[in-house]
């Protein structure tokens, strides 16, 4: 089985794994790091963007700093498996501020819905205006999160 991953040699790798751990470091730090002039590491980074192997350089935030510190998991049920009705529930769930993931799922139910509220007394609230007016919700079934045990975790390389 050929996969992209296949065109990474090992300095490709390390720029990854390292771009991952601390996406501030410099061309200068990356370079001496894999071994190269920074010029060449400038340019590997730059494919490496270009051809879709990095697609976002961002800020982790403390969600306890940002007013939201629980986090839940919701399993969605749809009314039916319908086209439209995933295409209008995955439209609207996309709009939602609290949802930070949302995934269309093999097995008992349709969408593992991954969101971050203030706080446990606010998620009945977040449930009636924002999961159940979604396209098709017929039923929901929530998880609360009581520890990260490996939050934010970087992909292997």
Do not use: W
Request: glycine share 6%.
């Amino acid at each position: 089985m050929n996969h992209e991953s296949d065109q990474l040699d090992l300095i490709d790798r390390s720029l990854l794994r390292l771009l991952q751990e601390d996406g501030r470091r410099t061309t200068l730090d990356l370079a001496a790091r894999v071994g190269l002039s920074p010029t060449g590491t400038s340019q590997r980074v730059k494919r490496l963007f270009r051809d879709g192997f990095i697609t976002a350089v961002r800020a982790v935030l403390n969600p306890q700093k940002i007013g939201r510190g629980t986090l839940v998991f919701i399993e969605v049920r749809l009314d039916q498996a319908a086209p439209h009705v995933f295409d209008r529930f995955a439209e609207a769930v996309a709009k939602a501020p609290e949802v930070l993931e949302c995934h269309m799922v093999v097995g008992g139910f349709d969408y593992l819905v991954k969101a971050r509220i203030s706080e446990m007394a606010a998620y009945q609230d977040f449930l009636k205006r924002v999961i159940l007016p979604l396209p098709g919700v017929r039923e929901t079934h929530t998880y609360a999160s009581i520890s990260d045990v490996k939050p934010d975790a970087l992909l292997p390389v």
